[in-house]
Structure formats: C-alpha cells, structure tokens
C-alpha cells in the first residue's frame, strides 16, 4: 500500500538518505526537499533514481540543474523526495472485497501520529545535558531552516521532540531537557528560511511537541448472501504547520 512509503522513506534514510544536505547543492533545488542524497559514492544518476522511485520529470523538477537525461551529475547533494510528494503518497484510501460464508467486525485503532505540533517554549541549554538528542542540521547551519521543516524531520526519525536553535539548527529528542528560560523573548533569532519566525537563539531552543491523533480507523466486513465486502480507510498523516515563536514580542 502506499501507506507504507513513509516506512520505506525512513528505511531509506538509514541507507543513503539525510534530512539535510552533506555536500554542496544548486540554489535552485525545490524549497520543499526533506530528504536528500549525497552524490559522494559515484552511483550513477538513473541508480539513484530507481531506488528512490523518482520519475525523470520528476528528478529534473525537484532538481533543476539534472536533465532528464540525468547529465550532469555531479560532486553534490540532490533533492529525493519533497513534502508535495509526501502529502500526495501517504493519504490513501483502498477497498477490497471477498466471497466468504461467515461475517465478522473489527476495529483497528492506529498508533499514535502527529497532526500537529505545540509550542512549548524557549528553553535554555544546560551544560552538561543537552536540551534534545540529536542535532540533524548540517555543519555550519541549515541556510533554510524553518519551523515545519524540522519538526517533520524529526517525525521522519520517529522522535517526539523537535527544536530550533540559533536560527539555522534543527534537533531532535524523545525527551527534554534543561529549563524554561525566565524570559521567553529571548528566543529571538529568526529563521534563516523563514524571517517571519524565531529560531531559538545562541544557547536556548524552541521546543514543540508533536500531538496525537486520537482517531481510529475502522475495518469492517458484513455478510450479504455469500459475499463479504471489507472497507479499509487509510488514516491521513498530514502535516500541519504550527504556528510556534511567532514574531510577537508584545503578547509576551
């Protein structure tokens, strides 16, 4: 099912994949990128292509600078797949039938995915304990780094936690840690891929926490004659950007 993208996306991250491009890219790569490649082991332009899945048009859209007939290929970091394509994989809805004798109902309740996140504050960065886990910007900052992107690269990884440092550091945690900051405007820095928002600040951090959805998903079959029909609806995991730090510093 298509469903199962997501699962294959984080499968795939873990082979060649990052949140964040390693290497230099073109400018005019798509601004809507969440994962990307890193062309540093010299596979060829079509392997990388099929292994993601990824039609020529769309390669060449997400990436400018690559033809359809994947030249040039170079020394650098290319787009493999973009929210746009997230969105219109994972929201899916089959249906299926069967001939049986027998009738029988069940519910399914999906596990917990976040719809959407919550502001929890501007924390400051302890010392020795680091205010979340894992830091997936690369070195030297993420020239475009905005609130949504990070927190979906932290759901990516399957982490509750996301945060924004510095305006242009993105981590992610399952916990945590250090404390609130006794002024909240501190957090200050923007975005450096979004000017209207802050990014936490030299040693402190935005912190939002991914929700639940709390919806479950039915399955049910009931018996007409000889028939069973069973519908399947696919719960939508859809990412709704959270509004957090925005520049209102007199609400505060």
């Not at 298509?2 to 230099?24: E, M």
């Not at 900051?181 to 040693?203: E, H, L, P, V």
């Amino acid at each position: 099912m298509k469903a199962s993208f997501l699962f294959l996306l984080v499968a795939f991250r873990r082979i060649c994949g990052t949140p964040n491009p390693t290497l230099q890219w073109d400018p005019e790569t798509t601004k809507d990128c969440i994962e990307w490649y890193n062309n540093s082991d010299g596979e060829p332009c079509e392997h990388v292509r099929s292994l993601f899945g990824i039609t020529p048009d769309e390669f060449h859209e997400w990436n400018p600078s690559v033809g359809l007939d994947c030249q040039p290929w170079e020394y650098q970091s290319y787009c493999i797949v973009t929210m746009e394509k997230i969105n219109n994989t994972i929201t899916t809805t089959s249906s299926s039938s069967s001939t049986a004798t027998v009738s029988t109902t069940s519910v399914i309740t999906p596990g917990p995915s976040p719809t959407s996140w919550t502001d929890i504050g501007c924390y400051v960065e302890d010392p020795v304990l680091p205010i979340l886990e894992e830091n997936l910007s690369p070195e030297g900052g993420d020239t475009a780094l905005s609130i949504p992107k990070c927190e979906n690269a932290c759901y990516l990884k399957a982490y509750v936690f996301a945060g924004v440092q510095e305006g242009n550091q993105c981590w992610c945690g399952s916990y945590v840690g250090g404390e609130w900051a006794s002024n909240q405007t501190y957090c200050n820095t923007t975005c450096t891929g979004d000017s209207k928002t802050f990014c936490g600040g030299k040693g402190l951090v935005n912190v939002f926490k991914a929700e639940e959805n709390e919806e479950s998903t039915g399955t049910t079959a009931t018996t007409t004659g000889t028939s069973i029909t069973t519908t399947a609806t696919g719960s939508a995991i859809s990412e709704t950007q959270s509004s957090g730090a925005i520049r209102n510093l007199a609400l505060l």
